[in-house]
């Protein structure tokens, strides 16, 4: 009778849990190619309703072998999370890690991101996913316990891998640009490997030697974020900002984005609201002003980015026989009716002045900001005895130039 030789080849399916970004299986220590984070042994020499060993005994015939899905490396150090206490190094019972009754814990870190493990009942909670089950004579299931897969007992030991958010990238202002709005829009992209919810802070650096103008805005909920406070130091003092973001997930911070830097220009924009004035017929000796309500002076407003100084000059002196500085053609500044304390009133020439062929300051730090940003400026005149008759006009020009306010 011939003898037949029969080989049955079984492919045996441990237990493999997949985490989010965490992937774990029980095998055997031979076949752990990544990090053994707990040993198990029963009575049998299997896996289920087992005793748990310590990786730093490491005799066991089954280990929990965890690995990354993003590149992330395991370890079993207590910088992240601790997962479960045991009761000894070896042949340990476990407990829950709100118990502190035994002494010999069980972690898991990542290199990057965090690891945080809890437990629930029956099932893991959004986002985690199972790594053990734990069961014991007690009637709460939480020490004096026995491991198992997850399949085995309602206790579950749950971890998540989070992973860190990624590095937000810059947008604007753009790097090395140049800009005029003192309370610019910062906008960035920020994205998660999780997709999990970010916050963002940003950090705004004033140079050199400003860093009283710092700024720090955090838990922006959003990619963008209006300054609410005007930027204070401009490029046209050797002043520059540089700007960074970080983003946060309620567990980790990313790395912090690259640094732009930009510079604050000062725009110098003036608007004479009224251009003209019309004193209408006169005769000789006779005086008339801009403080007589039935004419308007000249308003300058400050359309700009930054407090401006004014000179005013004559190009065209509005009397044939008085061609210089002379008492017939004066004037004087003076605050705007609904913009008071626009300007230093005090640095300013508010009483009645011979208005110059050569440009003298007249108007000191006029504001650019609404609504304090317009001078009124009153003219006089006065006809000449000798003038001969005729129609008269003059040209003055206004002329206003940045200053610092630091």
């Not at 020499?45 to 066991?60: D, E, F, I, L, V």
């Not at 019309?278 to 005769?283: A, I, V, W």
């Not at 300058?300 to 980015?305: A, F, K, T, V």
Request: glycine fraction near 4%; proline fraction near 3%.
């Amino acid at each position: 009778m011939r003898n037949t030789i029969i080989t049955i080849t079984i492919l045996v399916m441990i237990y493999l849990v997949t985490g989010i970004g965490l992937n774990c299986t029980i095998t055997t220590p031979e076949a752990c190619t990544n990090t053994s984070v707990l040993y198990l042994k029963n009575d049998s020499g299997g896996y289920r309703n087992a005793h748990a060993q310590n990786t730093s005994a490491a005799t066991y015939p089954y280990v929990v072998c965890c690995n990354t899905t993003t590149g992330s490396n395991i370890s079993t150090s207590c910088e992240d999370d601790d997962f479960l206490r045991l009761s000894n190094e070896t042949n340990a019972h476990v407990q829950l890690t709100n118990y502190s009754s035994y002494d010999v814990v069980a972690c898991m870190s990542a290199s990057t991101g965090k690891i945080t493990c809890t437990n629930s009942m029956d099932s893991c909670q959004a986002d985690y996913e199972c790594l053990a089950s734990i069961a014991s004579s007690e009637n709460s299931n939480q020490t004096n316990a026995h491991v198992g897969d997850c399949d085995q007992y309602k206790r579950k030991i749950c971890c998540n891998l989070n992973n860190r958010p990624n590095r937000p990238e810059l947008i604007s202002p753009e790097h090395n640009s140049s800009i005029t709005n003192r309370t610019p829009t910062f906008v960035w992209n920020g994205t998660d490997p999780d997709n999990d919810t970010l916050t963002f802070n940003l950090y705004i650096e004033c140079k050199p030697s400003c860093s009283v103008d710092n700024r720090q805005y955090l838990n922006i909920n959003q990619t963008n974020y209006t300054i609410p406070i005007d930027l204070g130091y401009f490029w046209d003092d050797n002043y520059y900002y540089e700007w960074y973001v970080g983003a946060y997930d309620n567990i980790s911070y990313s790395e912090n984005s690259t640094t732009f830097n930009f510079t604050l220009q000062s725009a110098v924009i003036l608007t004479l609201i009224n251009s003209s004035i019309d004193f209408g017929n006169m005769s000789m000796g006779e005086k008339k002003n801009t403080t007589n309500e039935s004419y308007y002076p000249f308003a300058l407003r400050n359309d700009g980015n930054s407090f401006v100084d004014i000179n005013i000059s004559a190009d065209d002196m509005i009397w044939d026989t008085q061609p210089a500085a002379s008492r017939y053609f004066q004037y004087k500044v003076d605050n705007f009716t609904s913009e008071l304390n626009s300007f230093n009133y005090s640095g300013s020439i508010t009483n009645w002045t011979y208005i110059p062929i050569s440009n003298n300051s007249i108007i000191d730090f006029l504001n650019y900001s609404d609504p304090t940003d317009t001078a009124e400026i009153d003219i006089l005149i006065e006809v000449p005895l000798a003038e001969s008759a005729g129609d008269k006009s003059g040209l003055l020009t206004l002329t206003g130039w940045y200053v610092s306010e630091t």
